[in-house]
């Protein structure tokens, strides 16, 4: 099984942090982030991250 801990930890700086975070939500293959200030979020280097599709 893939380990996805960089890829996580990644995907949190990228998004502008835990308190960018105003609520997420889930299916069975997505996440879904609802931000704060959504200008925050790095989208680009979001994009680079092996496991984001």
Not at 11 to 35: K, Q, W
């Amino acid at each position: 099984m893939a380990d996805f801990k960089k890829d996580a930890a990644d995907l949190l700086e990228y998004i502008g942090g835990p308190d960018n975070i105003s609520a997420v939500s889930h299916c069975a293959t997505r996440m879904r982030f609802v931000l704060n200030d959504p200008s925050a979020a790095d989208v680009k280097k979001i994009e680079d991250i092996p496991a984001v599709k």
